[in-house]
């Protein structure tokens, strides 16, 4: 059993930056792939951000590649997501996620634990 909580959500102006944190608990979590989605209001969540067990494999959706940067700390038991550029299209709530693998994740938005999400707004 897995459990995360995400964190460092907040309102920001267009162009800042915000780092999101998802702290996990129980010992399968260093072996699991993670990942970040959002969700807008009325929308269907969509995939933003995974990474391998390791680290050593991530995955961007198109919408954010060269924005936002995705790492862990598996001996912190904690995924982060650096979201740089901010815009206001990038304003949902965020989900951190942990499965099985990345490619899941990315394709088909599979995953065995899911956080309750952080809201993340941007004015313009």
């Known amino acids: 059993q897995v459990h995360v909580v995400e964190s460092g959500g907040g309102l920001v102006q267009a162009g800042g930056s915000l780092r999101l944190s998802c702290a996990a608990s129980?010992?399968?979590?260093?072996?699991?792939?993670a990942g970040w989605f959002r969700q807008e209001p009325g929308k269907e969540r969509e995939f933003v951000s995974a990474v391998s067990w390791s680290g050593d494999k991530t995955s961007y959706a198109d919408s954010v590649k060269g924005r936002f940067t995705i790492s862990r700390d598996n001996a912190k038991n904690t995924v982060y997501l650096q979201m740089t550029s901010l815009k206001p299209g990038d304003t949902a709530v965020y989900y951190c996620?942990?499965?099985?693998?990345?490619?899941?994740?990315?394709?088909?938005?599979?995953?065995?634990?899911w956080g309750q999400g952080t809201q993340v707004t941007v004015s313009s």
């Open positions: 129980g010992r399968t979590f260093s072996s699991s792939a």
């Open positions: 996620a942990a499965g099985r693998s990345l490619e899941a994740m990315r394709d088909y938005g599979l995953a065995d634990y």
